[in-house]
T-cell receptor, first 114, second 116 residues
């Protein structure tokens, strides 16, 4: 069984500050996948990234970056120079079987104020 | 990119009635679709996995007779909430898995159900 823990319920920052969202996962699978999704107030999930368990390289995409550390079972997400449009709920998720069933964390609400 | 639509985007129904929600993959074929439920300020909880041409697989605690799922074609899955009650009010989200790769899963925009 998979489990994802997002300990931060809400993070409030002022625009241009950096914000890091924590994600800790548990799995017994050797092969698994990790995801981050953004859910703005509209409700529609926006896919941000997918990582497989064999690829521990960190990734940067514009203002977004991800730090995958297998040793600590963490897959943290950083938004650099935050903007008001970054205000949303961010979910970390994992999938371990070939069916692709996603196990979501509780989500972290990010509030960016001008 | 791949697009998944849901219809309706919101619906209000009276207690005791049934509501059908459609999930369509618009530009790809989906052998598998997933249905999630999200209560306000909570996470997404997987309700069931819908496979084209076969019975859906329900997660523990989800009443299969209450939440009827039909996946009759490679582009359409439907979720029917039967005899709806106020506690069924929630945001229902579907996702569709592109049959070319299991991990490519695309989410619909969601359907907000309010039962009065």
């Amino acid at each position: 069984a998979q489990k994802v823990t997002q300990a931060q319920t809400e993070i409030s920052v002022v625009e241009k500050e950096d914000v890091t969202l924590d994600c800790v996962y548990e799995t017994r699978d050797t092969t698994y996948y990790l995801f981050w999704y953004k859910q703005p107030p509209s409700g529609e999930l926006v896919f941000l990234i997918r990582r497989n368990s064999f690829d521990e390289q960190n990734e940067i995409s514009g203002r977004y970056s991800w730090n995958f550390q297998k040793s600590t079972s963490s897959f943290n997400f950083t938004i650099t120079a935050s903007q008001v449009v970054d205000s949303a709920v961010y979910f970390c998720a994992t999938a371990g079987d070939s069916w692709g069933k996603l196990q979501f964390g509780a989500g972290t609400q990010v509030v960016v104020t001008p | 990119g791949a697009v998944v639509s849901q219809h309706p985007s919101w619906v209000i129904c009276k207690s005791g009635t049934s509501v059908k929600i459609e999930c369509r993959s618009l530009d790809f074929q989906a052998t598998t679709m997933f249905w999630y439920r999200q209560f306000p300020k909570q996470s997404l909880m997987l309700m069931a996995t819908s496979n084209e041409g076969s019975k859906a697989t329900y997660e523990q605690g989800v009443e299969k007779d209450k939440f009827l799922i039909n996946h009759a074609s490679l582009t359409l899955s439907t979720l029917t909430v039967t005899s709806a009650h106020p506690e069924d009010s929630s945001f229902y989200i579907c996702s569709a898995r592109d049959q070319t790769g299991w991990y490519e899963q695309y989410f619909g925009p969601g359907t907000r159900l309010t039962v009065t």
